[in-house]
């Protein structure tokens, strides 16, 4: 494999959220955001500078290629792996939760380090093994995307440099698990490892698929690649070779979004930048540029912040995460991009997740920050949002830590870890009250 080398020097200093930063939301325009400017990073090959505001061509061609004509595809690649036998009948640790109706839906769970995809019609009791023929490196997460309650992708990680290009691939299925069917991704002979990242979806025919390759000295250098027939074929559209993408290698990408035109937003775990750091594309992914934000009153160069959970309602418009560190102390807030105009809304407590159904309906969930370095029983509060994100509302405190998967205003899943347990909590009231069930893999 071709190495990668940089040279990279980096000052850091503490980050601290000043006790002085507002409650309400304020807003500024995009335009004095300054775009962050890394350090020069020398690559070989090629030698590349973290270049910010690349210019994009005055007319801009459509990203996406003719479309051709649709057709059945039969099974031809059978990528390399480990068999997935079935789990066994019992107890099964759930890993995510994805639900599509009050009753059908999907997870990935485990029962022991092999993880395997589930599949639940009777609204998460029990759940059945459904997981394609293979996998890949036993105790790597794989990546996933749920589209309905019959429609799914997977890729698994392969870290056995001698067949990463046989292992590459993506599998679906389109009737629930019953069959899958698989898709290579075009890997080369210098990308020494397959680590699926984000696999995201615009809408049911154009899907992005993240790898990440290879990472250092805060780069996370990887290929993106881009389907247009819904995740039946890929093409590469960036990758560390290339100096339109410089700005997406830079920080680790923990997640993206796309609107079916085109437009979309890498997030970043940020570990040396100040403020926080999202990249953006108008062309499917092809350029890239490096957006800072930093909410009024936070110290700077001083705060460092972690982007996370983008959602997008149309181009240039949508909402992110953000988490803020100086020492320990951490302060989220609620990022709203509408075309120009940035509006930061601090949220009431540090949060470590969100999810929109909608540009007004949302919720957040995180511990308490009294609670994030204290012994005892785990707890977490969960705040929900009828306007956007402008206020946010104290939905219920549980004694526990969750993943939260809402279907609607109503009806809910968590997945939720106590001090010793872990079990699967349904509500039907918003989040206000829920009731526990022990999830079982059911008899084959």
């Known amino acids: 494999m071709r190495r990668l080398f940089w040279l990279w020097m980096a000052v850091l200093a503490g980050c601290v959220v000043g006790k002085g930063t507002p409650t309400t939301p304020v807003s500024e325009p995009l335009g004095t955001l300054a775009v962050w400017a890394a350090p020069t990073a020398t690559r070989v090959p090629p030698t590349s500078t973290f270049t910010p505001g690349l210019p994009q061509p005055t007319e801009t061609p459509s990203p996406w290629p003719s479309p051709s004509p649709t057709v059945a595809l039969e099974p031809t690649f059978v990528p390399a792996g480990i068999p997935l036998p079935r789990l066994q009948a019992g107890r099964v640790t759930l890993l995510h939760l994805a639900m599509q109706t009050e009753t059908e839906g999907w997870a990935v769970g485990t029962q022991g380090k092999t993880h395997h995809i589930l599949r639940t019609q009777d609204g998460g009791l029990t759940w059945v093994d459904v997981s394609p023929p293979r996998g890949g490196t036993h105790g790597l997460y794989p990546a996933t995307l749920f589209l309905d309650a019959r429609q799914a992708w997977v890729a698994y990680p392969a870290e056995d440099p001698g067949r990463v290009r046989e292992m ?22 210098e990308d020494g ?8 979806a615009a809408d049911e025919a154009h899907f992005w698929f993240l790898v990440h390759l290879e990472g250092g000295m805060h780069h996370d250098y990887a290929a993106l690649f881009a389907s247009t027939d819904g995740g039946r074929s890929w093409r590469r559209v960036a990758d560390p070779w290339q100096e339109e993408a410089a700005d997406l290698m830079t920080l680790y990408t923990n997640d993206l979004a796309f609107t079916p035109e085109g437009y979309g ?39 460092l912040c972690d982007t996370r959970d983008p959602h997008l309602w149309k181009p240039k418009e949508g909402v992110f995460l953000m988490s803020c560190y100086r020492g320990e102390e951490r302060r989220s807030y609620l990022v709203r991009v509408s075309g120009r105009e940035v509006t930061y809304t601090e949220m009431p407590q540090p949060m470590q997740a969100m999810q929109f159904l909608s540009a007004q309906v949302g919720w957040a969930w995180g511990p308490p920050e009294e609670a994030q370095d204290v012994e005892g029983p785990p707890q977490a509060y969960l705040y929900r949002t009828t306007d956007g994100g ?31 347990e872990q079990v699967l909590t349904l509500t039907h009231d918003g989040g206000r009250t829920w009731r526990m069930v022990r999830p079982q893999v059911a008899e084959p």
């Open 168 to 189: 590459a691939a993506v599998w679906w299925t389109q009737d629930g698990g019953a069959s899958w069917q698989a898709s290579p991704v075009p890997l080369t002979e």
């Open 390 to 420: 402008q206020t946010w509302h104290l939905v219920r405190r549980v004694n526990w830590w969750a993943q939260f998967d809402f279907l609607n205003e109503e009806r809910g899943w968590a997945i939720a870890q106590g001090a010793t």
């Open 193 to 200: 490892a397959f680590r699926p990242g984000p696999l995201v």
């Open 265 to 303: 937003w890498a997030t970043k775990t940020n570990g040396v930048a100040p403020g926080g750091i999202v990249v953006e594309t108008t062309d499917a992914g092809v350029h890239w540029r490096a957006l800072q934000f930093t909410p009024p009153g936070v110290p700077e160069p001083e705060t």
